[in-house]
Nanobody
Framework: VQLQASGGGLVQSGGSLRLSCAAS????????IAWFRQAPGKERDGISC????????HYADSVDGRFIVYRDNDKNIVYMEMNNLKPEDTAVYYC???????????????WGQGTQVTVSS
């Protein structure tokens, strides 16, 4: 099982980015998959997830209405579209699989390498 996160970068406040989490060794509709983020000196927080069972999606209050998580089964990729980005969204973003949606980082077994998102004011 491998996860490859990409799509981070530098964007101005109010801008948008789309993160990708490419999976190998399993199909993205076979496992709960989540996005977490970690800012310097802070804990790794859950941002969004999509459940294996019914495709239901969950979002942290801080991003609800701005971020959208979805999966492309044909490409075996889970995306997270991030809109109206704010400086407080600056963090390293990780995708994770084989956990509980929604759930904490401790529930997830497999992790991507992280991609940096920086939002300037």
């Amino acid at each position: 099982v491998q996860l490859q996160a990409s799509g981070g970068g530098l964007v101005q406040s109010g801008g948008s980015l789309r993160l990708s989490c490419a999976a190998s060794g399993f199909w993205v509709d076979e496992k709960d998959i989540a996005w977490f983020r970690q800012a310097p000196g802070k804990e790794r927080d859950g941002i969004s997830c999509i459940a294996r069972s019914d495709g239901s999606k969950h979002y942290a209050d801080s991003v609800d209405g701005r971020f959208i998580v979805y999966r492309d089964n044909d490409k075996n990729i889970v995306y997270m579209e991030m809109n109206n980005l704010k400086p407080e969204d600056t963090a390293v973003y990780y995708c994770a699989a084989e956990g509980i949606c929604p759930g904490t980082a401790a529930t997830y077994d497999y992790w991507g390498q992280g991609t940096q998102v920086t939002v300037s004011s």
